[in-house]
Nanobody, 125 residues
């Protein structure tokens, strides 16, 4: 089975940076997507960014575009989310998830088949 483990969360001041890591394993295909999602206190979970393993194509939700960068190291089975210019509104539990039946790169949650445990990011003002 696919297994995902997110790490790298912590406390950071507004304007600071943080890099999250997702260790992904157990894939039977070379074509899948890894997405980062987040859930802030009292809010619904929302998509942040995703990347396709086969061609590196990415998609970002508008509110992080230009601040966050998703990347992957397929040799190490790792996906990263570099977060810059963090704002208190970015405070949330961040999850990585895998879409193993990928058609297009998307942040539509229903397409993601496997989820890891989250890592908490807290941005202080």
């Amino acid at each position: 089975d696919v297994q995902l483990q997110a790490s790298g969360g912590g406390l950071v001041q507004a304007g600071g940076s943080l890099t999250l890591s997702c260790a992904a394993s157990g894939f039977t295909s070379d074509d899948y997507a890894i997405g980062w999602f987040r859930q802030a206190p009292g809010k619904e979970r929302e998509g942040v960014a995703c990347i396709r393993s086969s061609d590196g194509s990415t998609y970002y939700t508008p509110f992080v575009k230009g601040r966050f960068t998703i990347s992957s190291d397929n040799a190490k089975n790792m996906v990263y989310l570099q977060m810059n210019s963090l704002e208190p509104e970015d405070t949330a539990v961040y999850y990585c998830a895998a879409d193993v039946n990928i058609v297009v790169v998307t942040l539509l949650e229903i397409t993601y088949d496997y989820w890891g445990h989250g890592t908490l990011v807290t941005v202080s003002s």
